[in-house]
């Protein structure tokens, strides 16, 4: 059944540098995907719905240039975090909407990036 | 805006035994979509049980259903038998006809006691 991955699982940076996320879809193809934040102990927050080929749409106070999504193809979209900080950290999730049922999303184990 | 609210941060259950949790939302739309998602210690979000809004029938997933009341609002998951392995975050979430996104409630830590 449809599975999707994230790489890596976990990553420590250090202030000022720039990481990106890998999320893939490995046996389906995902015209869209998204890409939430979680903090510690609180829910899922959607930041950004990206569909394949076109710009991602973000959510309402999430910055555009510190959070660049790239979905540049059916199975792969990317989330680099340009110039983290410290209150980047937290626990990033992607997932893509089935395609059997469009209303259901496949959710990636998700990545940890602790900004030092 | 939609909104999910799940006012029970945490629950216990007694091994064996049954529990439900609470979820309400508010929307103004007719056509939706309710899911429960489970995230385990893992984090890895699963899952659980969903409901298309014009069915009246709740559904049911071996263990676990839901009791879906369209003009209250509410969409409450009763976990059957409850096992060691169920013991999780559970978030409500809703999706509205041609949105595709998900919005979620805080969740409800499950404990369940051996």
């Known amino acids: 059944g449809a599975v999707v991955s994230q790489h890596p699982s976990w990553v420590i940076c250090k202030s000022g540098t720039s990481v990106k996320i890998e999320c893939r879809s490995l046996d389906f193809q995902a015209t869209t995907m998204f890409w939430y934040r979680q903090f510690p102990k609180q829910s899922l927050m959607l930041m950004a719905t990206s569909n394949e080929g076109s710009k991602a749409t973000y959510e309402q106070g999430v910055e555009k240039d510190k959070f660049l999504i790239n979905h540049a193809s059916l199975t792969l979209s990317t989330l680099t975090v340009t110039s983290a900080h410290p209150e980047d950290s937290s626990f990033y999730i992607c997932s893509a909407r089935s395609q059997s049922y469009a209303y259901e999303q496949y959710f990636g184990p998700g990545t940890r990036l602790t900004v030092t | 805006a939609q909104t999910v609210t799940q006012s029970q941060p945490e629950m216990s259950v007694q091994e064996a035994e049954t529990v439900t949790l609470s979820c309400t939302y508010d929307?103004?739309?007719?056509?939706?979509?309710l899911f429960w998602y489970k995230q385990p210690p893992s984090r890895q979000m699963i899952l659980v049980i969903r409901?298309?809004?014009?069915?009246?029938q709740n559904a049911t997933e071996n263990r676990f259903s839901v009791n879906f009341q369209k003009a209250a609002k509410s969409f409450s998951l009763k976990i059957s038998d409850s096992q060691l392995g169920d013991a999780a975050m559970y978030f409500c979430a809703y999706s509205g006809a041609g949105s595709y996104q998900l919005t979620f409630g805080k969740g409800t830590k499950l404990s369940v006691i051996p």
């Open positions: 409901q298309e809004a014009y069915k009246q």
């Open positions: 929307t103004s739309e007719s056509d939706y979509y």
